[in-house]
């Protein structure tokens, strides 16, 4: 059985950094998709970056380009979104999802996801 356990979501102020972190067991990932999404308060789920196991590729939603950087380590089985420079609207759960996704990064939805973590709450004070 696989699961995706999230951690590393807390409260932070504005303009401050937080690391999240994404745990997969049940399964070795070599090959697919990780991928970060958010939900915010009365808001839609919607994509913040993806990355490839195999070859390191990543994407990064335009909201958080220059301030969030996805990254991974095969040997762990562990994907992290390195979240600097917050904002009252990063503010959200943060979800780790799997799939065996190939196609382009930018054309990533949660649909191609097949396996979910329960998420973890971030919260950034102005």
């Known amino acids: 059985q696989v699961q995706l356990v999230e951690s590393g979501g807390g409260l932070v102020q504005a303009g401050g950094s937080l690391r999240l972190s994404c745990a997969a067991s049940?399964?070795?990932?070599?090959?697919?998709?990780m991928g970060w999404f958010r939900q915010g308060p009365g808001k839609e789920r919607e994509f913040v970056a993806a990355?490839?196991?195999?070859?390191?590729?990543?994407f990064h939603a335009d909201s958080v380009k220059g301030r969030f950087t996805i990254s991974r380590d095969n040997a762990k089985n562990t994907v992290y979104l390195q979240m600097n420079s917050l904002k009252s609207e990063d503010t959200g759960v943060y979800y780790c999802?799997?799939?065996?996704?190939?196609?382009?990064?930018?054309?990533?939805?949660?649909?191609?996801?097949?396996?979910w973590g329960k998420g973890t709450l971030v919260t950034v004070s102005s």
């Open positions: 990355i490839r196991w195999s070859g390191g590729s990543t």
């Open positions: 999802a799997a799939g065996d996704f190939f196609g382009l990064l930018p054309t990533v939805r949660e649909d191609h996801m097949t396996y």
């Open positions: 049940g399964r070795t990932f070599s090959s697919g998709t």
